[in-house]
Each structure stands twice: as structure tokens, then as C-alpha cells.
């Protein structure tokens, strides 16, 4: 049993920058990202494979976000740049085994909490 627990959600302006952070109780081959706009169904975002860092990338991120990690307590991290509003979410931090499969949504094997981002036009 994995835990992942995300942070760094908050109110930024357009163009503005976050970082989210996860922290995972265990060890996952996969990381990454899925977030939820409200009305809208979940995405993925991000994902980086731990033991190698090879990273996939959603087609909507244009270059904007790096995924990275890992770091102490196997912190992963989302660095946000240029936000838009079209980025106001829930971003959950989640685990499994296969970084494609994860950014299919087809495999998530743990979840987070999830923290929110929203950001203002």
C-alpha cells in the first residue's frame, strides 16, 4: 500500500508559476498528475517513471510544466509556468505501475487528496 499526499495548490494570477509537490509513504514505478476542472472529466497531466525519469507529457502542457523527481521522502514535484485559467483544477498526485497506462487513466493504482489550483483571468 502506497500513500500519496499533494500540496502547493493555491490562488495565482494569470501567467503566473506554482510548484505542487507529492509525497509518496512508499515506492511506485510511476508517478504523476491528474487533474479535474470543475464540470469536466479528469485528465492527465504529467508522469515520470522514478527509476529511470523518463517523463510523458499531455499535449496541453505545450512545454509549460516539468514533472521531476525523485527527491527526498520520494517527493515528486509539478513545476507550473504560465498558467492559465483553463488550468484552474483539482490536482491529484497519483501512483502505479505503468507510466503510459497512467496518463491513459487506465491504471492508477493510488490517489491523492488532491489540492487546487486556481487561477485568475
Known amino acids: 500500500q502506497v500513500q500519496v499526499m499533494e500540496s502547493g495548490g493555491e490562488l495565482v494570477q494569470e501567467g503566473g508559476s506554482l510548484r505542487l509537490s507529492c509525497a509518496a509513504s512508499?515506492?511506485?514505478?510511476?508517478m504523476g498528475w491528474i487533474r479535474q476542472a470543475p464540470g469536466k472529466e479528469r485528465e492527465a497531466v504529467a508522469a515520470?517513471?522514478?527509476?529511470?525519469?523518463?517523463?510523458y507529457y499531455a499535449d496541453f502542457v505545450e512545454d509549460r510544466f516539468t514533472i521531476s523527481g525523485p527527491y527526498a521522502n520520494n517527493t515528486v514535484y509539478l513545476q507550473m509556468n504560465n498558467l492559465n485559467p483553463e488550468d484552474t483544477a483539482t490536482y491529484y498526485c497519483?501512483?502505479?505501475?505503468?507510466?503510459?497506462?497512467?496518463?491513459?487513466?487506465?491504471?492508477?493504482?493510488?490517489w491523492g487528496q488532491g489540492t487546487q489550483v486556481t487561477v485568475s483571468s
Open positions: 497519483a501512483a502505479g505501475s505503468f507510466c503510459p497506462l497512467l496518463m491513459k487513466l487506465s491504471q492508477v493504482d493510488y
Open positions: 512508499g515506492s511506485s514505478n510511476c
Open positions: 515520470i517513471y522514478i527509476a529511470y525519469g523518463s517523463t
